[in-house]
Each structure stands twice: as C-alpha cells, then as structure tokens.
C-alpha cells in the first residue's frame, strides 16, 4: 500500500511570498488532514475534511491560509502571503474515517521562510 | 480542555539503558484515545501505539512497553535496553470522542531521547 504522499519536501521563500503544498492521501481514505509543526514543537491540527467538505477549521490562519480538496481526493494548502512565523514542517494524514483507526502521515514539506 | 503534557524535553541515556518518556493528558471526555508516534530526523511520523479509554491493561511490544494509568491521567512509554536506533523524538497525542470526531489529534511537545553507543 502506497503512503501518503507530499510535496515539495523543502521549500524556501521570502517574506510575502506565496506558497502551496501538495498531498494525496492513502487510497480509499475519506478523511484527510494538514498539520503544522513549529520547530521544538508537537503538530497542531489546521484542517481536516471528510471527503471533500470541511470538518474542523478552527486553528487554521484564514486571513493568509487556505485549503482546498477537489472531487476528495488530493488536497492543496496555500499561504499566502507568508510570514516569517510560518516557518514549520507542513504534515499531511489521512484516516479510513473521522476515528483514529488507520491513521497514516506524509512525509511532511518544511517551509522556511526568510 | 484537552491537554498532552510531556515535561520531559530531552533525555539523554547510554545504550542498553532502560528510559521511561512521561506523559500526562487532560480531558474532560469519558472516551477517549491516546498514542504514542517517534519522529525520526528523517521527518515522518511513526505510529506506535494507539490506547481506548476503556482498556488499562498495559501492553508491551518487544522492547517497548506501556503504561497507562487513568487515575493519574498517565501514558508513560518505556524502552528496555534502549539502542542507538531509538534516537528520535517522541510524542504522545490525545484525541477525544466528544463531538464524535476523533480524527483530531492533540500532540504534546515531544521528548528528544538521545542514545548514546
């Protein structure tokens, strides 16, 4: 069974800039997840869909993040514009359901903002 | 309010040294779970165990071992002759039953556990 899959695996912009990551969940997952992980720090939640709607969004930036994830399958984070504060390892998991049962993360994309 | 505590920031044992990684939860639900993942320098997260609020038997697989007590709203993991291949970070994470969504995990800050050969 393939697993989760991100990209890019690094990436570095300047302030301001803007950035997207990329993430296909495990097949036949409905339940896909974006953390964010702060150097020296546990992942913090920042969306979770269930399919293709949106289940919990309430720790995510919504004045410079968004998320999105077409037809339920991969999904797409984007900053924009960045700060220097959004520096962290971006992880993406996906789960069979909204239950804690197969849960399986991604590699992770670090963002370094400069 | 849910909280995962790990005090412990980092650890620092010499190989074939047992070292048990704290962990303290916070929770208001009466169903809840709770794991353990290691973070190698490579980045993933790794799962290693996962625990229902309703089963306090403690488990051990090979060299790991744990302990979980709800009385004190423990979780606490220990390695047995620890290697130089246990060096990671480790987190214990929380995610409750409440809103009927268990899907969000709530990690704690992590532990860095060097071993030294």
């Known amino acids: 069974e393939a697993g989760v899959a991100q990209s890019p695996r690094y990436k570095i912009i300047e302030k301001r800039q803007s950035v997207a990551f990329w993430c296909n969940p495990i097949s036949g997952h409905a339940t896909l997840y974006w953390y964010q992980q702060i150097l020296g720090q546990g992942p913090k939640l920042l969306i979770q869909f269930q399919n293709n709607g949106v289940v919990d969004d309430s720790q995510l930036p919504k004045d410079r993040f968004s998320a999105e994830r077409l037809k339920g399958v991969d999904s797409t984070l984007k900053i924009q514009p960045a700060k220097l504060e959004d520096s962290a390892v971006y992880l993406c998991a996906s789960s069979y359901g909204s239950n804690p049962y197969g849960y399986t993360f991604g590699s992770g994309t670090r963002l370094t903002v400069v | 309010a849910q909280k995962v505590t790990q005090a412990q920031t980092e650890i620092s044992v010499v190989e074939k040294e047992d070292v048990t990684l704290d962990c303290v939860y916070e929770?208001?639900?009466?169903?809840?779970?709770l794991f353990w993942y290691k973070q190698p320098p490579s980045g993933e997260l790794v799962f290693l165990i996962r625990r229902n609020s309703f089963d306090e038997q403690n488990e051990i697989s090979g060299r790991y071992s744990w302990n979980f007590q709800k009385s004190t709203s423990s979780f606490n993991f220990t390695i047995t002759a620890s290697q130089v291949v246990d060096s990671a970070v480790y987190f214990c994470a929380l995610s409750e039953a409440s809103s009927g969504n268990t899907g969000k995990l709530i990690f704690g800050q992590g532990t860095t556990l060097q071993v030294k050969p």
């Open positions: 929770t208001r639900d009466t169903t809840y779970y």
